[in-house]
């Protein structure tokens, strides 16, 4: 079965991607930020303790972004991506200015949980605003672009382990700057984007509020599609917020070298894998509808091994060993992440988008703040990093059986 040819694409189509990757690289910078400048942060606020204290920290941050995902989600799809997307970019770089204030490890809790209700309505309005401009042919490929911007905020957000150790800067100047950028991003944001016309897209078939929710729960292929974004999450986000302090401790290198070789490589080749994999995904629709989910299933066999040898890599005690197989981790994560909103926009017609995606932030990273958790006390008592990784690796295997059972019901030019 071949797809129809697409359409002529709106003339904000693109325009609206390139608009919003700066606005995910920032979005991505201040929240990768901790975990690069993890010693200077405990250092200077000593009451935060322990390893557990930390993951702690990080899984609060997550468990209320994940709360509200859904709300987000709902809001964008109701009234509006553009104001959602620009309220949240002001609100989250707000918290991120008063972060570099904080005194104690209740203010730090306090203002990471404001980051979780501000950057909870972001990702669900952004994605869906592009789905809702590339109807088609180009999906994967714009989403791609698109998460781009995530892969550079997490590497540049892995120099600031640098930036933390410069004098009259610090990690509380780095967080400052970052705050003020993205406050002032938000004003020229909201005066050039736009919003597709209703009469363009898809208009809204499904009750408001808990009635949308309701269909896509009683969607088995969205059901199937949550569950297969959560497992690889769990070791997405271990890579994301423990790599620097993981090659800092395995390796005895400094904190600047250790954030910069959690992020930089392993991201860099996310952003080839997100190219390559829009790319193949657009194109393996022209042959089949479930294209999408072929590249995706792709690149969680990538991402497979690439757990196994991140956590044997520490044996070797070869730096590059971490490096190479983190590397393989992020091709695959890239296959993965450029296809999930385009697997959504082939189960749930567009009204539902923003909503269903927040849903998968909701199970997804609620998962993702207790794999935090759970890791920093298993790091406490002494697990060796090979066994604590083969947990992450065995869930990606699930994954795998999980998206090959999802049934597309609509092709592209249906579903748009």
């Not at 990538?302 to 070797?316: C, E, K, N, Y």
Request: glycine fraction near 12%; hydrophobic fraction near 50%.
């Amino acid at each position: 079965m071949t797809t129809p040819r697409p359409h002529a694409l709106p003339r904000w189509a693109w325009l609206t991607v390139f608009l919003l990757a700066p606005v995910a690289l920032l979005n991505y910078l201040d929240r990768q930020m901790l975990a690069a400048m993890k010693g200077s942060v405990m250092t200077d606020i000593p009451d935060i303790g322990t390893e557990a204290n930390w993951g702690r920290m990080l899984g609060q941050f997550k468990w209320v972004y994940a709360f509200l995902s859904p709300v987000g989600g709902w809001i964008a799809d109701r009234f509006g991506r553009r104001i959602t997307i620009c309220g949240s970019l002001f609100a989250w770089s707000a918290v991120t200015w008063w972060t570099g204030h904080v005194r104690s490890y209740d203010e730090l809790l306090t203002a990471r949980s404001l980051m979780g209700i501000s950057e909870a309505f972001y990702i669900p309005a952004a994605l869906a605003l592009i789905a809702d401009y590339h109807t088609g042919a180009t999906r994967s490929r714009a989403v791609g672009v698109h998460q781009m911007g995530i892969y550079c905020g997490v590497i540049l957000g892995g120099f600031t382990g640098y930036a933390a150790e410069v004098p009259g800067l610090g990690w509380r100047g780095t967080f400052g700057w970052s705050g003020l950028i993205g406050m002032i991003l938000a004003v020229p944001l909201l005066l050039l984007l736009r919003d597709r016309p209703r009469s363009e897209s898809a208009r809204p078939v499904t009750a408001a509020g808990i009635g949308t929710v309701q269909v896509l729960l009683g969607n088995p292929s969205f059901r199937l599609l949550v569950l297969y974004f959560t497992l690889p999450a769990l070791a997405g986000w271990v890579v994301r917020d423990w790599m620097p302090a993981i090659l800092k401790s395995e390796f005895k290198i400094g904190q600047g070298k250790a954030g910069v070789s959690a992020t930089l490589y392993w991201q860099s080749a996310a952003i080839l894998g997100a190219i390559v994999g829009g790319w193949l995904a657009d194109r393996r629709m022209r042959e089949t509808p479930r294209g999408r989910i072929q590249v995706s299933a792709l690149g969680m066999l990538l991402i497979i091994p690439a757990m196994f040898g991140v956590g044997f890599s520490p044996q070797t005690g070869q730096l590059w060993v971490a490096i190479a197989f983190l590397m393989l981790f992020g091709l695959g994560w890239g296959f993965f992440d450029a296809n999930n909103m385009p697997i959504l926009c082939q189960v749930a017609p567009p009204d539902q988008r923003a909503t269903g995606y927040g849903i998968m932030n909701l199970v997804s990273i609620s998962c993702g703040g207790l794999a935090d958790w759970g890791f920093g006390m298993m790091r406490d008592r002494g697990l060796p990093l090979a066994a604590i990784f083969s947990v992450f690796a065995s869930a990606a295997v699930v994954s795998v059986v999980l998206v090959w059972r999802i049934r597309p019901t609509q092709t592209d030019a249906q579903a748009s």
